[in-house]
């Protein structure tokens, strides 16, 4: 839908770009997101110009995305095969590896996406396996094969030479720790990560990053994830300006809520709740959990789990209409993680968890009720996805003095709920890492 909203051009300080607040509205997401100085390609124009390869591509969340925002995916790499199934269900047209990226050289990608040396590709995106790194898991980060996958993935960006890269991950990447063979590091914060970064930085591109939040973007749903944004060229790519906030300040959008997502939807396709679980969740209301049970069945309804630490949050958890979803996990009735419907006595439904990661209702996903789940709620939501691949575009739309003096982060801006996530504080964080290493070798 063409924007009736003026584009606002602005002036170009010395050592500043100011960002306009110009709109671009999609007929799917009604999401505006800020433009600045510039013009935007067409859709049309951009898919003839934007050639992108996509590794880890699951059930195309963030595919769906970068394809909204006007980019032409050429190749798709997908292992698993419930997902390898999907996209071919909805893309039959785009050429897909069903197999181990590991097994393939860039060389081999590229001749797969119908591209040969010398052929600019724009983007190569993905999320490689995140359990190596999250919170959830032990954490082994580059020493689990799951890890060392996310180092192919760097590979693939040094063989193929994309003018930028698109990394995207969970949170416990920014904490965890990895000891390089025959180093004398420490296994401290980040050490994974600054791994990751000095070889980003040995193949001469640029990275920068922060933890989003997809609610800032237009999805309903609170669901933090690192993006790493990198330019082949070296220029600082900005951190990704949101388009909605909780209250709706600043001239943004207010968060999108569960009962705006699901608006209209009929089909319903749920996991069954467990007999013995579902005479509490009777109990409870939208927006309730597990202490808003009665407190003389408090401990009866959580058994074992009533003795853990901390506010077990996902324990009998109903969602609230007026609010982003909580973030979707591959099943919805793991005690720990329960997503119930705010007031039917049912977990989500796989249709509600399409909308929720802003899959298009005509969206096909192959394989078991569980394996459908497990697509969706490994995902990247198609909004952030979409958000990223018009920034990308925006700023490739930049001069060379532009790019040079846009700015990089807005102090004002809330990308996620955590402090210290951005590259700036890692940046400063590694620093000091190497100054404490050069001190003990010294002595």
């Not at 909805?90 to 590229?110: A, F, H």
């Not at 209209?264 to 009777?282: E, H, Q, S, V, W």
């Not at 909004?383 to 807005?410: C, E, P, T």
Request: charged share 25%; glycine share 8%.
């Amino acid at each position: 839908m063409k924007s009736n909203l003026p584009r606002i051009v602005t002036s170009i300080p010395k050592g500043k770009l100011i960002v306009g607040e110009a709109a671009l509205q999609m007929d799917f997401f009604d999401v505006i997101f800020p433009r600045a100085a510039c013009v935007l390609p067409s859709i049309t124009t951009a898919k003839n110009r934007y050639n992108v390869i996509s590794l880890f591509s699951g059930a195309m969340g963030l595919d769906n995305g970068i394809e909204k925002a006007g980019m032409n995916i050429r190749l798709c790499v997908e292992f698993q095969h419930a997902m390898a199934e999907t996209i071919r269900a909805n893309k039959p047209d785009i050429p897909l590896i069903e197999d181990d990226v590991r097994n393939y050289s860039g060389m081999d990608l590229l001749q797969r996406a119908g591209l040969k040396k010398g052929d600019e590709v724009f983007l190569v995106c993905g999320g490689p396996p995140c359990q190596a790194f999250s919170t959830a898991g032990k954490r082994l980060g580059f020493d689990d094969d799951r890890g060392n996958v996310f180092l192919k993935y760097l590979d693939v960006i040094g063989e193929i030479r994309p003018k930028y890269f698109l990394l995207e991950n969970v949170r416990g990447l920014l904490s965890a720790s990895y000891v390089p063979p025959n180093s004398d590091r420490k296994p401290e914060k980040g050490t994974a990560l600054l791994f990751a970064l000095e070889k980003i930085k040995s193949m001469g591109y640029s990275a920068t990053f922060t933890l989003y939040d997809s609610a800032n973007y237009g999805v309903p749903q609170k669901r933090e994830r690192v993006i790493i944004l990198g330019s082949r060229d070296g220029y600082k790519i900005p951190l990704i300006p949101p388009t909605h906030s909780e209250t709706g300040k600043r001239g943004l959008k207010k968060w999108r809520t569960f009962r705006s997502a699901i608006a209209g939807l009929k089909k319903c396709t749920a996991a069954p709740i467990p007999k013995k679980r579902l005479p509490y969740f009777k109990m409870l209301g939208p927006g309730q959990y597990w202490k808003n049970l009665p407190q003389s069945v408090q401990q009866e309804a959580m058994g074992k789990s009533y003795l853990l630490p901390g506010g077990k949050t996902g324990f009998y958890r109903r969602l609230a209409w007026d609010e982003p979803a909580p973030t979707l996990v591959t099943c919805p009735t793991m005690p720990a993680t329960d997503l119930m419907h705010p007031t039917e006595d049912r977990a989500l439904s796989i249709e509600e968890y399409a909308r929720i990661q802003m899959f298009p209702d005509q969206w096909v996903f192959k394989g078991s009720i569980a394996d459908i789940y497990k697509q969706i709620g490994n995902a990247v939501p198609v909004g952030l996805g979409y958000a990223a691949a018009r920034h990308l575009m925006w700023f490739d739309s930049l001069s060379d003095n532009q790019k040079n003096s846009v700015q990089l982060i807005d102090p004002n801006a809330v990308y996620s709920r955590y402090l210290k996530t951005n590259y700036v504080y890692f940046e400063k964080l590694f620093e000091q890492q190497k100054k404490t290493e050069g001190r003990v070798h010294h002595e």
